[in-house]
């Protein structure tokens, strides 16, 4: 069946543009995370949705990071102004809610680069 | 508190031994603790979770063992196989949130 779709796979751009990546979590699944990692690094959480609650936004690193989540569905990352410091795998993940300890299901990553 | 300190960083062993990777956690609220197995270029996937009521649970060859008492979790792969070669991540989480603090990592590499 499908999984988290990601687009784009890659995305090489210049310092100081603006990027936006999306996330197409599997049909259902209420709950979307993104993470980056770093090259060779753990995940690092940056924001989290549940169905209509208003987003965890904990772990977004500076103001030029923002999500929207339209609809339940799709998740859009925008990063504004990228710095060279941005370059990352950005990951995503989703899960049902209803069941004890759905696992998170991700995506393979947008390869982010940053020149 | 929130923290789970993952070793080693990095493991290389020969095909057919044992490879052991551990966690260790500090927050007693956790109770769903899950190990995922990474790829070059895809995303995690679960490869089997505990639950602190039992203190091992076997899916073929990947048994996690858990001591309460210690705080601490570990991934045993039976009979290593070149296919295992991927990273490794232990995460913890508490039911109510299911929040996962994620582990650092281990790269395991199987040398055939």
């Known amino acids: 069946g499908a999984g988290v779709s990601q687009s784009p796979s890659n995305k090489v751009t210049e310092k100081g543009k603006d990027v936006e990546l999306r996330c197409d979590p599997i049909?259902?699944?209420?709950?979307l995370y993104w993470y980056r990692q770093s090259l060779g690094q753990g995940l690092e959480f940056l924001i989290y949705?549940?169905?209509?609650?208003?987003?965890?936004k904990s772990g977004l690193p500076s103001d030029r990071f923002s999500a929207e989540r339209t609809g339940g569905s799709v998740s859009t990352l925008t990063i504004q102004r990228t710095q060279q410091e941005d370059s990352a795998v950005y990951l995503c993940?989703?899960?049902?809610?209803?069941?004890?300890?759905?696992?998170?299901?991700f995506g393979d990553g947008t390869r982010l680069s940053i020149l | 508190q929130q923290q789970v300190k993952q070793s080693p960083q990095s493991l290389i062993v020969q095909k057919g031994g044992i490879s052991i990777i551990n966690c260790a956690y500090e927050?007693?609220?956790?109770?769903?603790f899950p190990w995922y197995q990474q790829f070059p270029g895809k995303g995690p996937a679960l490869l089997i979770a505990?639950?602190?009521d039992v203190s091992e649970k076997k899916e073929g060859r990947f048994t996690i063992s858990f001591n309460k008492s210690a705080k601490q979790f570990s991934l045993h792969i039976m009979d290593s196989q070149p296919g295992d070669s991927a990273t490794y991540f232990c995460?913890?989480?508490?039911?109510?949130?299911?929040?996962?603090?994620w582990g650092a990592g281990t790269k395991l590499i199987i040398k055939p």
């Open positions: 993940a989703s899960r049902p809610v209803s069941g004890d300890n759905q696992p998170q299901h």
């Open positions: 049909s259902g699944h209420t709950a």
């Open positions: 949705f549940q169905g209509n609650s208003a987003p965890d």
């Open positions: 927050n007693t609220a956790f109770d769903y």
């Open positions: 505990i639950r602190p």
């Open positions: 995460a913890a989480s508490m039911d109510s949130n299911y929040q996962l603090i």
